[in-house]
Nanobody
C-alpha cells in the first residue's frame, strides 16, 4: 500500500521561510517523479514544482521561481520544498504527489496524472 505523507506546514510571516517534507512508502521511490502542488481557497490546484526521479530535471511554476527549491533524497524516500521569501499569495494547502517516469513539466502542468497523493499540509502566510 502506497502512503504519501507531508509535513512542515504552518503559520509564517510575510518574507519568512518554511521547509516542507514528504515521505513516500510502499513504492520504489527512485522510480518516481515527485511533485508539490497547492490549492488555495476558491482556486484551482496549481503545480508548484516537480522533479524527475534523479533530480536532474526540475520544473518550477513562474510564481515561485527564485524563491522555492525542490529537492529529493532517494536514500530516505523523502521529497523537500524549501520556501523562502514567502508571500500572502503562497497561502494554500500543499500536496505532495508521486508520478512516474515522465518529465516533471508534464506532471506539474497536469498533462499527466500523478497516481499517488498525500493529504496535504497547510501553509499560511500572514502580513
Amino acid at each position: 500500500q502506497v502512503q504519501v505523507v507531508e509535513s512542515g506546514g504552518g503559520l509564517v510571516q510575510t518574507g519568512g521561510s518554511l521547509r516542507l517534507s514528504c515521505t513516500a512508502s510502499g513504492l520504489t521511490f527512485d522510480n518516481y517523479a515527485m511533485g508539490w502542488f497547492r490549492q488555495a481557497p476558491g482556486k484551482e490546484r496549481e503545480g508548484v514544482s516537480c522533479i524527475n526521479w534523479s533530480g536532474s530535471d526540475i520544473y518550477y511554476a513562474d510564481s515561485v521561481k527564485g524563491r522555492f527549491t525542490i529537492s529529493r533524497d532517494n536514500a530516505k524516500n523523502t521529497l523537500y520544498l524549501q520556501m523562502n521569501s514567502l508571500k500572502s499569495e503562497d497561502t494554500a494547502m500543499y500536496y505532495c504527489a508521486a508520478g512516474g517516469r515522465a518529465g516533471p513539466v508534464l506532471y506539474c502542468s497536469g498533462s499527466y496524472d500523478m497516481p499517488y497523493w498525500g493529504e496535504g499540509t497547510l501553509v499560511t502566510v500572514s502580513s
